[in-house]
């Protein structure tokens, strides 16, 4: 049997210890039409190759619509259920068997177009046995007392349209004409030839290269690829690059740039997917009408430049290279996909004309903008996929990431850039364009605000906060949260919150140590280096507690980074400090402005941008003193307190203090009252220790204990001791910013523990 488009021989038969063996190779994700009489064997067939939840049977669903598996009257129904789960299922990427008589070309019309619908390729399997065999199986059968005429009609149309299966839309199919056939077959699933899932990088994945050949020879050797006479190019580090597609048109040196391509491909030191303009290339050399315009005409006069032979050489294997490359390519275990023009969701991993003609050109809204260019469809916009969508086509000044995805098409062949995105660190690496080579129908500027071309980072989905959400995480898996909960919580961001783009981090919840089991103490670190040592956890870091408010600092270089990175407003600050809550920490924007601006000078004349090779830094702080948040906390809960103490408590002492004198029996009650006052002056000089008047700025200390991230990088590898290292180093650069005193601890070390202890006693009796 062979594949009807392409005619790839799809079976194997061979013949081991006398048996005949073949095997049916089907994609992992298809439907799979069964087609036989009744008395074929088909469900057997079925339930010895597939899972039972991937064959749907009609026989089952007329039991499921009508309660009855043999009532004729409901089969309508049946189907509609039928195909109503076989689209589910296929939508969801599962594959699907279709266990039905199917002998009729309009029965298996309405399957071809649910597998075209979902974008799938339709495989008929044909159980083409002896009449005589399904009449004798079906009267063995209760549930099948008809005439033997329905067989022989069965298989009547079914020997009559089986021949016709290339033209209703199957692209494979198979015939198994006798019993031994049947039970000899083997069913080998394979992986479509964009699902390469296995390959899991790590990736350079370039951008359109339109002839520039020296521009990506030059990117290629910053990204450390080494000539080899072989591979032409050699990947460093099992690396390997991908190609987005447009290697030809427009550029000063298509031949060149072809070449190592396609000597980088067959070696295994890269992969290419297919740009539009590389297939009207193709077609064109294969004699195809193809209207001269938008750089092909100085890729034919390169070609034409070339010896005859060598000529008639290149533009074969230009023509093969490119009729084997697949419209786009799944990798790294479905985390990454790469096309020359993009991929929505539902389209990854699927393979039709659609599919193809989406990889190639994107989607389009049908209109022209002023320029006579098709105006883009926004699909990134509404990109929600978990996969990581790298593409090209459409030149952009500078790369942007939305929704995650990313065009990386800078534009080398309009004067702009040749720019390669690393995978997995998503780090993009861009050479300038030599010279410009050509000039584009629409500048290569960034595109107004409001329009498709620009991505609206403003806007939220709705339907992305409300009702219940499933959330996955890499430690955690998935996460679910409530409708209520995501109610109340879009309620509160919404009223309060920041701008979302600045909320990188929100910090979580501190767990404290175990209650004490030491009498006066609520805790104690004694209870918490056991607690580590029996997590066989070796060395623990102490600090000093400073009593403030949590707050997180996100500094930038100056407001061009701020709208850089974080797409702010070029009269935006330089960055922003914000509660765990994720809500401006200062109730005054001009307070919050001169801190970030006068840190981000700090931090620059220390030479830190510098230094961590950033221009934006998020830290973890605390925000002295506790007064400057909790104003109004302590003004309405802990002052009245102690105020209405003072005002009771002095004055009933005296009373009773009198009444001992004069000889009442009220010690006791003198005693407590005294206790109380004490308690008292306690309470107050304990909340009192962290207020203090401040104006502006003055008075405002910070004391920070995390590099949380820079640009391109985390920081929760590096250990605590790193992390104070640094941050005392800011404590040189401006006197807002507190150093915060700190030792290691070894909690199998005795003596260390009590040493701690005894510090950590110190700093409580003082108060802190």
């Not at 008809?146 to 199957?170: K, M, S, T």
């Not at 031994?180 to 699902?195: G, I, Q």
């Not at 290149?314 to 799944?330: G, P």
């Not at 290691?744 to 260390?752: K, W």
Request: proline share 4%.
């Amino acid at each position: 049997m062979r594949d009807i488009v392409t005619g790839k021989d799809l079976v194997t038969e061979s013949m081991e210890h006398g048996t005949f063996q073949q095997r049916i190779t089907i994609p992992n994700l298809c439907l799979v039409v069964l087609i036989g009489a009744s008395g074929s064997g088909k469900s057997t067939f079925a339930s010895r190759h597939f899972k039972s939840t991937e064959v749907l049977n009609s026989d089952h669903y007329r039991g499921v619509v009508g309660d009855d598996e043999s009532d004729q009257s409901v089969t309508q129904a049946a189907f509609s259920a039928l195909h109503y789960v076989a689209g589910l299922r296929l939508q969801l990427g599962r594959l699907v068997v279709v266990d039905a008589t199917n002998v009729k070309p309009q029965d298996r019309a309405a399957l071809v177009r649910l597998a075209h619908e979902h974008d799938v390729l339709a495989v008929a399997i044909v159980l083409d046995i002896d009449e005589r065999i399904c009449i004798e199986r079906n009267a063995t059968r209760a549930d099948r007392q008809f005439g033997a005429h329905v067989v022989h009609n069965h298989i009547q149309a079914l020997r009559r349209g089986v021949r016709g299966l290339a033209r209703e839309g199957f692209r494979y199919s198979y015939t198994l004409r006798n019993v031994d056939m049947v039970n000899a077959v083997e069913v080998v699933r394979e992986p479509l030839w964009s699902d390469r899932r296995d390959l899991t990088g790590p990736f350079d994945i370039i951008g359109d290269v339109h002839g520039c050949y020296d521009e990506l020879l030059q990117l290629l050797t910053d990204l450390g690829y080494q000539e080899d006479p072989d591979a032409g190019l050699r990947a460093p580090d099992s690396r390997c690059a991908i190609f987005l597609g447009d290697l030809v048109d427009r550029g000063p040196k298509i031949v060149e740039v072809t070449r190592l391509v396609m000597q980088m491909v067959p070696a295994g030191q890269a992969l290419c997917v297919p740009g539009n303009h590389d297939i009207k290339l193709q077609r064109n050399l294969r004699g195809h009408q193809t209207k001269i315009s938008h750089g092909l005409a100085q890729s034919l006069d390169q070609i034409n430049g070339l010896l005859e032979e060598d000529r008639a050489a290149w533009s074969k294997q230009y023509c093969d290279f490119v009729e084997k490359q697949v419209s786009h390519l799944v990798l790294d275990r479905g985390k990454l996909v790469v096309a020359h023009a993009g991929m929505k969701e539902a389209y990854q991993g699927r393979s039709s004309g659609r599919v193809r003609a989406f990889a190639l050109f994107g989607d389009t809204t049908g209109e022209t903008d002023e320029f006579g260019l098709p105006v883009r469809a926004d699909w990134a916009a509404d990109y929600r996929g978990r996969a990581a969508v790298i593409y090209g086509h459409t030149p952009v000044p500078d790369p942007i990431w939305l929704n995650n995805t990313i065009n990386i098409d800078t534009g080398c062949v309009f004067g702009g850039s040749l720019t390669a995105l690393r995978w997995p660190e998503r780090e993009l690496i861009s050479v300038p364009a030599r010279q410009v080579y050509a000039e584009p129908v629409r500048p290569l500027v960034a595109a107004p605000a409001g329009t498709n071309e620009q991505p609206p980072d403003t806007l939220l989905r709705i339907e992305d906060v409300l009702g219940k959400q499933i959330v996955s995480t890499r430690l955690m898996k998935n996460i679910l949260v409530e409708e209520d909960r995501a109610a109340a919580a879009l309620e509160v961001m919404s009223r309060f919150a920041a701008d979302p783009r600045w909320l990188i981090y929100l910090p979580p919840t501190m767990s404290p140590c175990e209650t004490s089991e030491q009498s006066g103490w609520l805790e104690h670190p004694a209870e918490a280096f056991a607690y580590y040592r029996k997590q066989d956890i070796g060395t623990v870091v102490c600090e000093e507690k400073h009593m403030g408010s949590r707050a997180v600092l996100i500094l930038c270089r100056d407001a061009d980074a701020a709208a850089r990175r974080f797409g702010m407003g070029s009269d935006s600050a330089p960055g922003i400090c914000y509660t765990r809550t994720g809500r401006p920490f200062f109730e005054s924007d001009a307070l919050g402005r001169d801190l970030v601006s006068r840190l981000s000078v700090a931090l620059g004349a220390s030479g830190f941008w510098g230094r961590f090779d950033t221009d934006w830094v998020c830290l973890d702080t605390e925000l002295l003193p506790w007064s400057v948040k909790a104003g109004s906390l302590i003004r309405a809960q802990y002052a009245p307190v102690a105020v209405a103490g003072g005002a009771a408590i002095p004055s009933a002492l005296h009373s009773v203090e009198v009444s001992v004198q004069r000889g009442l029996a009220l010690e006791p009650l003198a005693i407590r009252l005294r206790e109380r006052a004490a308690d008292l002056e306690r309470y107050a000089t304990a909340y009192r220790r962290y207020c203090w008047e401040t104006e502006g700025l003055q008075g405002v200390r910070i004391a920070s204990f995390h590099v949380l991230a820079t640009e391109g990088r985390t920081y929760f590898d590096r250990d605590h001791l790193w992390h104070m290292s640094e941050v005392a180093r800011l404590a040189d650069c401006d006197p807002l910013f507190m150093p915060t005193f700190h030792r290691q601890v070894h909690v199998q070390d005795q003596e260390e523990c009590a040493s701690a202890v005894e510090w950590w006693e110190t700093l409580t009796g003082d108060g802190g």
